[in-house]
Each structure stands twice: as structure tokens, then as C-alpha cells.
């Protein structure tokens, strides 16, 4: 059975740090490329983050570069979002996925790229 376990959120006031966890299971770990993706209420899933298999290459969604840094442990079967300088407006369900797919570059945010999700967790940032 795939799962995709985030963990990590809660409340937080501008400017600190969080690091978003997700442990998986069911598939092989190694050979899928991982995504983080965020949604707020009546808005589309944005991609924020996307590290390769190999934990090599990553891209990030311009809204989130510098301050957010993907990252994996191929063995522990674990993926980090570690998120810097906080903001209001990163306010947003956090969800990890997996994908399959050998043309992940051509679109790495793009969620129909993406073939198993985590439950999400709740990141609020609010002063």
C-alpha cells in the first residue's frame, strides 16, 4: 500500500523556520521523483519544489527560491521542505508527491505529472 505521511506543520509568525517531513512507503522511494506542492482554499495546487531521484537536481517555483531548500534521504525514505523567512502569503496546505515519470523535467511543477499524494499538512504563518 502507498503512503505518503507529511508532517510538520502549524502555526507560525513571519520571518522563522520550518522543516516539512514526509516519510513514504510502498514503492520504491529511490526511483520516483518527489514534489511539494501547496493549496489555499479555492485556488489551484501550486508546485512549489521538486528534487530528483538521484537528489542531483531540484527546481523550486520562483515564489519560493532562496528561501525553501528540497531535500531527500533515499535510504531513510524520507523528503524535507526545509522553509525559510516565513511569510503570510506561504499560508497553504503542503502536500508531498511522487512521481514516476521519466519527463518530469519538461514540467516539474505540474501536478498531472505526479502519481501518489500525501493527506497534506496545514502551514499557517500569521503574526
Known amino acids: 500500500q502507498v503512503q505518503l505521511v507529511e508532517s510538520g506543520g502549524d502555526s507560525f509568525q513571519p520571518g522563522l523556520s520550518l522543516r516539512l517531513s514526509c516519510v513514504v512507503s510502498?514503492?520504491?522511494?529511490?526511483?520516483?521523483?518527489m514534489g511539494w506542492f501547496r493549496q489555499v482554499p479555492v485556488k489551484y495546487r501550486e508546485g512549489v519544489a521538486l528534487i530528483i531521484a538521484s537528489g542531483l537536481m531540484t527546481r523550486y517555483a520562483d515564489s519560493v527560491k532562496v528561501r525553501f531548500t528540497i531535500s531527500r534521504d533515499n535510504v531513510k525514505n524520507t523528503l524535507w521542505l526545509q522553509m525559510n523567512s516565513l511569510k503570510p502569503e506561504d499560508t497553504a496546505m503542503y502536500y508531498c508527491?511522487?512521481?514516476?515519470?521519466?519527463?518530469?523535467?519538461?514540467?516539474?511543477?505540474?501536478?498531472?505529472?505526479?502519481?501518489?499524494w500525501g493527506q497534506g499538512t496545514q502551514v499557517t504563518v500569521s503574526s
Open positions: 510502498g514503492f520504491t522511494f529511490k526511483t520516483y521523483h
Open positions: 508527491a511522487a512521481s514516476g515519470d521519466s519527463r518530469i523535467w519538461q514540467s516539474p511543477l505540474s501536478s498531472d505529472r505526479y502519481d501518489y
